[in-house]
């Protein structure tokens, strides 16, 4: 007998939408009304038909055989659409295929021009769109639109390169020259306890080149920003950011996840609270953690790791304050994962109601810090409405952190097939069920006993979810699952063909959730299954199989990815998991270094075929710097030593770095 279970009866009910987790029985004098509704048109028609049996002309109707109106297919009919009157699912509250559009500042909207401009006069080559939009005016945006308006233009309206550059010069500061460089306050060249398992000498001077990165990547907000914020896209912060790097000059959502567990391995614990402080104001003025600290990111998030973020520095720190501060903004955060345009529900196969979460970006129009891009893609569409709609999946895209890749496009060459909104992720939703378990506890140790419990409900419900909407035991593996086509608008109910059954490294991230590496069987599954999967190659986990020339594809390998599936595998009590663990990490330092020694850098991604070189693909050059590589490293570094075990020479097994492996 299916039940109603609302678990939100609870004081932290308004930081949460109630969860329906399974179906709601339709009212039984509705149901005894179908039934005799159905039964009396049965016999009613079924007598009648008699009548005409005796007629000859009826002497061949069969009141069996599918004729339209025979009365036995009557009573099929009567019994399916009951069937499906009870089997219904709740309508599911993120019914619109239009949504929310934030709004967009003049300063975005005449930048968005200046980089169309920027494209028609200096050409593609070497052009990056967001440089455009990182720029800060030096007087107001009236004046400056002035003056570009009066920028001599030939007859189709092309400005030369010399104007053009003269212009940039005279009326803005340099793209991230609002942020100013700053040393972190507690960084020391060698912390005192830093990486105490790294003994051997060539890795640990390494280890400590990549902490002494902290330093280049260290920014304050200008107070220039802060005085006249209308001149700049970048948003004032308080407290200094740690940029990734390169082109990426402002603070990123997901990317702090990893800086922080590399600034922990560093002892910047000031640092790394100070960079949760910062998205915490993001999330008391937007609602949300922004994709980055700029205004064009505004209408989207990125993959939410705040509450893991608190969760780790708590753990090294115990500051109970800190947690305590961190709470509000928790909730806050998991109100918006859970909010209408985000929250989907999925009729499961036992007749469970299940609530997951999507990607789902408040905007339908070009990405502003990619305009030229996305215009151009869009471009081969006919009719606005197509327009919006991709522009809409582009922007859901960069919510997922993972743009671009085969993984939300219908078909894998065609980028305007994307279908991001109608996916619901492995991934995002392991990391809600982490925010979920994350809140629980952080609840407890500062003395919230009621939402403590109702977030271990949410976490369980979130767990039955995933189990029931992702998990295939014929592959071990967790499956995005694609609503059909067209029932966006409608409940889903739950079909195993709706898993895509394409393998992406994001099919082991559950992995990374406790309730998940702590079960021995079912780490033995996935193990078997990651091994088999061909994501793992000579130097780390590929993000999929497929070579689609987006970056988020084969045989790009990205640091979060191996992070996450190897701290997974290296947590739980199998012996054969954490032997894994350990032969990944190691494969991922050695191309890590290799790659440093070869280019004086740290990469954003790297190519898991060849050991030392860097990533490619996508829609911007490779970038260097690089916040969340650089803490991985740290972080594997940190947990055991990982290259350092000593073998049966009493050499460490990175003494001599190569790609032999
Ligand atoms: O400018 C294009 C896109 O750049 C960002 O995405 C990529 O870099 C981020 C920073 O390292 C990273 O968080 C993300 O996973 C990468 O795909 C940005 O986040 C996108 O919104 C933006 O459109």
Do not use: C
């Given at each position: 007998m299916t039940q109603l279970i609302e678990t939100s009866k609870i004081k932290a009910s308004n930081s949460t939408q109630p969860r329906l987790q399974c179906r709601s029985p339709p009212p039984l004098l509705l149901l005894l009304l179908l039934q005799s509704f159905f039964l009396i048109s049965y016999l009613y028609i079924y007598t009648d038909y008699y009548v005409f049996f005796n007629h000859p002309k009826m002497a061949n109707f069969n009141p069996i055989i599918p004729h339209p109106f025979s009365p036995f297919f009557i009573f099929i009919l009567s019994l399916i659409f009951t069937s499906i009157t009870m089997s219904t699912p709740t309508p599911s509250p993120t019914c619109s295929n239009s949504g929310?559009?934030?709004?967009?500042?003049?300063?975005?909207?005449?930048?968005?021009?200046?980089?169309?401009?920027?494209?028609?006069?200096?050409?593609?080559?070497?052009?990056?769109?967001?440089?455009?939009?990182?720029?800060?005016?030096?007087?107001?945006?009236?004046?400056?639109?002035?003056?570009?308006?009066?920028?001599?233009?030939?007859?189709?309206?092309?400005?030369?390169?010399?104007?053009?550059?003269?212009?940039?010069?005279?009326?803005?500061?340099?793209?991230?020259?609002?942020?100013?460089?700053?040393?972190?306050?507690?960084?020391?060249?060698?912390?005192?306890?830093?990486?105490?398992?790294?003994?051997?000498?060539?890795?640990?001077?390494?280890?400590?080149?990549?902490?002494?990165?902290?330093?280049?990547?260290?920014?304050?907000?200008?107070?220039?920003?802060?005085?006249?914020?209308?001149?700049?896209?970048?948003?004032?912060?308080?407290?200094?950011?740690?940029?990734?790097?390169?082109?990426?000059?402002?603070?990123?959502?997901?990317?702090?996840?990893?800086?922080?567990?590399?600034l922990l391995a560093s002892k910047m614990y000031e640092t790394a609270k100070g960079i949760v402080t910062n998205l915490i104001s993001l999330i008391d003025e937007f609602g949300h953690v922004l994709n980055g600290a700029r205004a064009y990111y505004t209408n989207r998030s990125q993959p939410p790791l705040l509450s893991a973020m608190v969760y780790d520095i708590y753990n090294r720190t115990g500051d109970i304050d800190f947690a305590r501060k961190s709470l509000p903004a928790l909730l806050k955060e998991h109100k918006f994962w859970n909010s209408e345009i985000h929250s989907v529900i999925i009729h499961d196969a036992e007749g469970c109601n299940r609530t997951v979460s999507r990607y789902y970006a408040m905007w339908n129009k070009p990405r502003p810090e990619s305009s030229t891009i996305d215009i151009e893609t869009a471009s081969k569409l006919m009719n606005d409405s197509a327009k919006q709609h991709l522009y809409r999946e582009l922007a859901s895209t960069a919510e997922s952190g993972w743009d671009f890749s085969t993984r939300w496009m219908r078909n894998g060459s065609d980028l305007t097939t994307l279908a991001t909104t109608s996916i619901i992720p492995v991934d995002l939703n392991a990391f809600i069920l982490k925010m979920e378990l994350d809140i629980a506890f952080l609840a407890n140790v500062t003395g919230d006993c009621t939402i403590s419990v109702h977030f271990q409900e949410a976490a369980q419900a979130r767990k039955q979810a995933m189990n029931s909407v992702f998990w295939n035991a014929e592959m071990g593996q967790w499956l995005d699952y694609w609503l059909s086509n067209g029932t966006t608008c409608k409940g889903h109910t739950w079909e195993a063909s709706n898993q895509n059954r394409n393998i992406f490294a994001s099919n082991f991230v559950p992995l990374w959730i406790e309730l998940f590496n702590s079960d021995c069987t079912l780490v033995g599954q996935v193990m078997q299954s990651l091994r088999r999967s061909g994501l793992i190659r000579a130097v780390g986990i590929a993000t999929s199989l497929t070579n689609s020339g987006q970056q988020w594809d084969f045989p790009n390998g990205w640091a979060p990815l191996q992070h996450m599936i190897v701290e997974g595998l290296a947590r739980s009590r199998s012996k054969e998991a954490r032997s894994m663990a350990e032969d990944i990490a190691v494969r991922w330092i050695r191309t890590n270094y290799v790659a440093y020694k070869k280019s004086g850098a740290m990469h954003e991604k790297y190519d898991v075929e060849k050991c030392g070189e860097f990533g490619g693909g996508g829609e911007y050059i490779p970038q260097t710097g690089f916040g969340w590589s650089n803490g991985v490293v740290l972080a594997f570094l940190e947990d055991r030593g990982h290259c350092c075990e000593v073998d049966q020479n009493q050499l460490c097994r990175l003494q001599e770095i190569r790609c032999n492996a």
């Open positions: 929310p559009v934030v709004r967009k500042t003049p300063l975005i909207t005449f930048l968005e021009i200046l980089q169309q401009t920027a494209l028609n006069t200096l050409g593609p080559k070497n052009f990056d769109p967001k440089l455009y939009v990182d720029l800060s005016l030096k007087s107001d945006l009236s004046i400056t639109q002035n003056a570009f308006d009066n920028l001599p233009r030939t007859p189709n309206g092309s400005v030369s390169v010399t104007d053009f550059n003269g212009f940039i010069q005279s009326y803005f500061n340099g793209a991230g020259e609002d942020l100013v460089y700053t040393e972190p306050v507690d960084f020391v060249p060698e912390p005192e306890g830093f990486l105490p398992e790294v003994v051997n000498r060539e890795v640990r001077a390494w280890a400590l080149e990549v902490h002494s990165l902290w330093k280049n990547l260290s920014r304050k907000v200008s107070d220039r920003v802060l005085d006249r914020p209308e001149f700049h896209t970048l948003l004032p912060l308080a407290k200094p950011v740690m940029i990734p790097g390169s082109r990426f000059r402002e603070v990123y959502y997901w990317d702090s996840y990893w800086v922080i567990r590399g």
